[in-house]
């Protein structure tokens, strides 16, 4: 029995078997010491395969037989851990109970030495710090911890425990350092305890991406659901920890997936308190993602549960996300604001930094929203205070709540001191990501932020400060080139099976789980941004940029409360023009995107002609909100910064002259450079897609153009051959079918020969031809995320080096764009820009068929190649 006790300590799960054989031995042989270690064995096992239930019924029967027999030692071993298993379903005074009777058996047990007396101790100890912990009272418990390592532990497994714990309570107050260290000591420790290796990898992961070390924190966790998956252990607590992570890093949808998981296991395995915590963060998630009723009754729920469990930090957390889903949906009151202002001091008083900055910032907006502006002030400059002793986004929330507080009482200066540091502080935090898409993603900490600044610059400031101000907060993501971290396409995962159908350049597919490993595998790389110091990366200043533009108008388009308004700089003076409501562009071009789609694909005559008369109406109502209040000449050519739904406008139909789309006008800055400084032509690269009929033919007629070209067929374009081709390429052509995934832009993929590419194995690989033409459908279509950023096939080409991209926003007919392009490539033969090029091909084809309009409408110019 003692070596399965020292088993049992390392990977309790392990000797499931041997103490179920011990169990039904001891019941045949009568012996009720035997029985009692051996059912608290096997509850251990159950416990740490979360059924809670199972293992309080063992325990129970363990407590009365050893206590019956008056076997006290063994009786309060038993009671110890049916001390944290009443914890974990959220019987915390009947767990207290339980923790009082096992000091009292050891103080009247007779056969166990000093050592084991004190192993029992400690254990007791940590038991109790477990229960402050999980009452949320971190600092009690940090407290008890501390005590415990200065008086030296008694064992390696109560070593563990503490270090593991202590590790989650310096976390809970931003001292991650020193949280790191403890979590490494807990690993060091689990290294020959599978049963445990997997929870404390998994609290080491959780501090280390809440303390932006996000290669190490995402390698732990892979590492964590390894261990714990071939141990058969269930992973209900380890999906609830992991949407914390990907709640941080804004990946929502992939934090909502796994906080959905964490519930449906936590509560089916009976574990009530986790299954609280996990309520708890889809609440917060919900929350994020705008599902305020779910929000609203998620956190409801989660602070009845927590209220009932006595775990009064938990409660009040759920109390903040209850009132600020109440907030959002127009419902919160005086009560709401009473309630958020005594959670956010409770969760002071207790140590809980992050949330304790969240409940002062909610408890000041709902405030604000009463027009109780003394009530306000305080609470909102406590966020502040509080937040200048968190990590980087705690510090970010916390200067949100003073540019909220300074512009409530009008000090728009103060105001914008504190958006620009916040920005500030979340560039460093943006910096420190290793992908394009983590860094836009990133953005969205700052989108408030941001409306903040310009909302203050529109009433005070001039059209100069205005532009400098959309362009600090414009495509951030973009504006260090990342080095390739994919070194070879040729090991490509198998192609998969595509029905390309008759549905023009484009195919439908949905997410797999292989786009998880993938990113993950990415998001894993610790990679440094590449620094080019030919290229200055700073936001461009108005009088550079104007000698950039040499004739051409920039317009710069931003959103503040739902308006539109636009920067404007050309030959004259700069100017900020309103624009109206951003909901009236959204009436129109999605009508205008449906009429689209049907010409593209038209049924009868008749339906194309319904579609195009709808199509007219719809630009014609576009130009006159977004083209015709600029004031710009008919034949001007014009550089448009999109922002937000923008992004989806067809522009190239909107304007009569040439026009060109950059994601900030920094960027666009960028690519004249670029184009300026190019010396060498390169090779021209046609590549046509496997399925497309017309693809083989434009890249045929196209050949003709371009003697000399490289020439990759459908049955030769391999994902290998086409990277290696484009490398040094000066012009490239894709003809292929594209295949949007608006769910997640950089999935979005090419079909080559092998199968299809993705924008991230591209962007991976570094690929980056100095001009390119993407001849398919969808693949101009780049995803606009809060915070202004904005990612897809284009932006991930410009980022990486590329001076212009010729695509469509929307789809592409088989067969009908081969004229547009002809016309496109003669013009880039005569050495025109991109923008110009296209301008000229698109006045020289037939737009009055369904599908040449369709083309004339969807192909964009990017960039300024």
Request: contains cysteine.
């Amino acid at each position: 029995m003692r070596s399965l006790l020292a088993a049992a300590d390392a990977d309790p799960v392990s000797v499931e078997a041997q103490a179920a054989a011990a169990v039904a031995a001891a019941r045949r042989r009568k012996d009720p010491e035997i029985l009692g270690l051996s059912l608290r064995l096997l509850a251990v096992a159950r416990r740490m395969q979360l059924d809670d239930l199972g293992a309080r019924r063992l325990l129970n029967e363990a407590v009365r037989v050893t206590r019956r027999h008056e076997l006290h030692s063994v009786a309060a071993g038993a009671l110890v851990t049916r001390a944290t298993v009443l914890q974990e379903l959220g019987r915390v005074n009947a767990s207290a109970r339980d923790l009082d009777a096992a000091l009292a058996a050891i103080s009247r047990a007779t056969d166990i030495d000093t050592d084991e007396r004190a192993r029992f101790l400690d254990r007791i100890l940590v038991s109790r710090a477990v229960v402050a912990q999980n009452a949320g009272m971190p600092a009690e418990a940090e407290a008890r911890y501390r005590a415990l390592l200065a008086g030296g532990v008694s064992s390696e497994f109560v070593g563990r425990l503490v270090h593991n714990n202590l590790a989650l309570a310096l976390a809970e107050r931003g001292a991650y350092d020193e949280a790191l260290e403890q979590a490494d000591a807990a690993v060091a420790m689990s290294a020959d305890a599978p049963g445990y290796l997997g929870p404390v990898l998994q609290t080491r992961a959780w501090i280390a991406v809440r303390a932006g070390r996000l290669s190490e924190g995402l390698l732990d966790f892979e590492r964590s659901a390894q261990v714990q998956t071939d141990a058969d252990m269930p992973l209900g607590e380890y999906y609830y920890e992991y949407a914390d992570a990907m709640v941080d890093l804004r990946l929502l949808p992939e934090a909502r997936s796994a906080a959905e998981r964490a519930v449906v296991e936590l509560v089916a395995m009976g574990s009530a308190l986790m299954a609280t915590e996990a309520k708890l963060r889809l609440a917060r998630i919900s929350l994020l993602m705008g599902e305020l009723e779910a929000a609203r009754d998620l956190a409801d729920a989660a602070a009845g549960e927590a209220r009932r469990q006595h775990r009064a930090g938990w409660r009040d957390k759920a109390v903040v996300i209850g009132v600020e889903a109440r907030l959002r949906a127009g419902s919160a009151g005086v009560t709401e604001l009473r309630a958020a202002r005594r959670a956010a001091a409770n969760l002071e008083r207790a140590g809980h930094l992050h949330s304790a900055v969240e409940a002062y910032l909610v408890a000041g907006r709902v405030a604000l929203d009463a027009d109780r502006p003394r009530d306000a002030m305080p609470t909102l400059y406590r966020a502040y205070e509080l937040g200048r002793q968190g990590q980087v986004l705690v510090r970010v929330r916390g200067r949100l709540a003073a540019a909220l507080a300074d512009r409530a009482r009008r000090s728009s200066a103060s105001a914008l001191v504190q958006c620009r540091a916040g920005l500030r502080d979340l560039a460093v935090h943006r910096s420190s990501l290793p992908t394009i898409e983590l860094r836009a993603l990133a953005s969205g900490h700052g989108a408030e932020l941001g409306e903040i600044g310009l909302g203050i610059l529109l009433e005070t400031g001039s059209a100069a400060q205005t532009l400098a101000w959309m362009e600090r907060t414009r495509a951030a993501a973009l504006s260090a080139r990342l080095p390739r971290t994919i070194e070879t396409l040729a090991q490509r995962p198998d192609a998969r099976e595509q029905d390309v159908g008759n549905a023009g350049r484009s195919v439908a597919r949905t997410e797999n789980e292989g786009d998880g490993r993938i990113r993950t595998a990415e998001w894993a790389r610790a990679v440094e941004p590449v620094v080019d110091p030919a290229s200055d990366r700073r936001p461009i200043g108005l009088t550079a940029l104007r000698g950039e533009l040499d004739g051409r108008t920039l317009v710069e388009l931003g959103t503040h409360e739902g308006r539109l308004v636009a920067v404007v700089v050309g030959r004259g003076r700069a100017r900020v023009v309103e624009l109206g409501a951003a909901a009236d562009v959204q009436n129109e071009l999605r009508p205008l995107l449906f009429a689209l789609r049907r010409l593209a694909n038209p049924r009868s005559p008749e339906a194309a002609e319904a579609a195009r008369a709808g199509a007219d109406l719809r630009i014609a109502r576009l130009r006159s909100i977004l083209v015709a209040p600029l004031g710009v000449g008919a034949d001007d050519e014009l550089v448009v910064v999109p922002v937000g739904l923008l992004h989806a406008v067809p522009w190239s139909c909107l304007h009569d002259g040439p026009l060109t789309q950059a994601p900030s006008a920094t960027v666009w800055v960028r690519t004249r450079r670029a184009a300026l400084a190019r010396s060498d032509q390169g090779d021209t690269v046609l590549v046509a897609g496997p399925g497309l009929e017309g693809a083989r033919e434009e890249v045929d007629a196209l050949a003709g153009l371009h003697p000399g070209a490289t020439v990759l067929e459908p049955e030769s374009g391999t994902a290998e051959a086409v990277v290696a081709a484009l490398a040094d390429a000066d012009l490239a052509h894709l003809a292929c079918h594209g295949t949007p995934r608006a769910d997640n832009p950089m999935f979005s993929s090419l079909l080559l020969a092998d199968g299809p590419v993705t924008v991230q194995e591209l962007h991976g690989a570094g690929v980056a031809p100095h001009r390119l033409v993407l001849a398919s459908c969808h693949s101009g279509a780049d995803v606009a995320y809060l915070g202004d950023e904005v990612l897809g096939f284009v932006s991930a080409m410009l980022a990486q080096g590329t001076a212009g991209v010729v695509a469509s926003i929307a789809a592409v007919p088989d067969v009908a764009p081969v004229d547009l392009m002809l016309e496109l490539h003669r013009g880039l033969r005569e050495g025109l820009t991109l923008a110009r090029a296209l301008h000229a091909a698109r006045g020289r084809i037939d737009h009055e068929s369904p599908e040449g309009f369709v083309n004339w409408c969807t192909f964009s110019a990017h960039g300024a190649a």
